[in-house]
């Protein structure tokens, strides 16, 4: 695995009193959502533009040219970092799995990044668009049924996203405020392949799985305009998974043909502290169980897609062996899981 993050650090007080400052004056409400950012369990996050481009406002130009600019460079991070990691180069990789759900590029990223890189002419692109946070789960999942399929083969998958280029000024709502409480950048990417010679690895993946919940298109996604994407965030996601994530993660498990007693732990995208509450409490798990999760969105906030494979990675590094299960939750509504076997 390898992940990367953007230049430029914002700590939560620079967010608030800049985000004090430029909607304060136009969003009356502003000052009861101030808690908000002070409960939000993030200390930091990091963004591909200095805060001083937030200062002006922005349309699809200047935020598709910044995505390119901002997005490219992370895939490059990160996908270096993994093939570092794996001990290969990029001559080596067959297929490139790019999931990426902030912003447009075409063509895409990975064919962006291809000459610098050094990927064969021949490689295989597979792009992804509009996962959301659930990316990093589902765009690893696609990988393992690549490696899977085509035994021998190396598929390097890539999540990247630029959430903070979508903050809006003239497009206040509370959905946009926590949105800018929670949302920051990054890139995670990983080295899959499937050999059948030992088919012996530290890490080992499982078959993926998901689940989706009809009448539920309102609860997250984008909402696209002259401007550009504005985000749509419900207040009802956190007592939503706390009634219904059990039931659809226990289905999931079953596809996959295991059961709860089975996970040895849950690794699980922080969408936020009250996210993270509504899955303690609906998988009976101790308070403050998912430390790994907070750390991460303590460390960098939550950067969408890439954010489940941070704290995997942060999973692995401690040293946790075991059945992993690895979750996400986006837009759709949609759960996604991927079981995970890990050698001690």
């Not at 922080?270 to 750390?295: C, F, H, S, Y």
Request: glycine letters at 10%; hydrophobic letters at 45%; aromatic letters at 6%.
């Amino acid at each position: 695995m390898g992940t990367a993050l953007p230049p430029h650090e914002l700590t939560q007080d620079a967010a608030v009193a800049t985000a004090r400052r430029l909607l304060a004056p136009t969003y009356p409400q502003f000052e009861r959502l101030v808690p908000a950012f002070e409960n939000a369990g993030v200390d930091r996050r990091y963004c591909v533009q200095p805060l001083e481009w937030f200062e002006s406002d922005h349309g699809w130009a200047d935020r598709g040219a910044a995505y390119k600019e901002g997005a490219k460079a992370l895939f490059m991070q990160a996908a270096d970092r993994a093939m570092r990691a794996a001990g290969i180069t990029a001559p080596q990789v067959d297929t490139i799995v790019t999931v990426s759900s902030t912003g447009i590029a075409t063509p895409t990223l990975e064919a962006q990044a291809h000459k610098e890189m050094g990927f064969r002419t021949d490689v295989h692109r597979v792009p992804v668009f509009g996962l959301g946070c659930a990316g990093g789960v589902t765009g690893l999942a696609i990988a393992q049924r690549l490696a899977s399929a085509h035994p021998g083969q190396t598929i390097l998958m890539v999540a990247v996203e630029t959430c903070s280029l979508a903050f809006r000024r003239d497009r206040l709502s509370k959905a946009d405020i926590i949105a800018t409480v929670l949302f920051g950048d990054g890139a995670a990417a990983a080295v899959l392949r499937s050999d059948t010679a030992d088919g012996a690895g530290r890490v080992q993946l499982g078959s993926g799985q998901e689940h989706l919940w009809p009448d539920t298109l309102p609860i997250m996604g984008w909402d696209v305009d002259e401007s550009g994407l504005g985000v749509v965030f419900d207040r009802s996601i956190p007592p939503f998974v706390q009634e219904n994530f059990r039931e659809a993660l226990l289905g999931m498990l079953r596809a996959a043909d295991m059961s709860l007693d089975d996970v040895d732990r849950f690794v699980c995208h922080p969408g936020g502290t009250k996210v993270l509450e509504a899955i303690e409490a609906t998988m009976d798990l101790r308070p403050g169980a998912l430390d790994a999760e907070r750390d991460t969105l303590r460390a960098a906030g939550n950067m969408s897609a890439p954010t489940a494979l941070f704290v995997l990675d942060r999973v692995l590094q401690a040293g946790q062996g075991g059945q992993l299960a690895l979750c996400a939750l986006g837009p759709g509504f949609t759960a996604a899981m991927l079981p995970i076997q890990v050698g001690i």
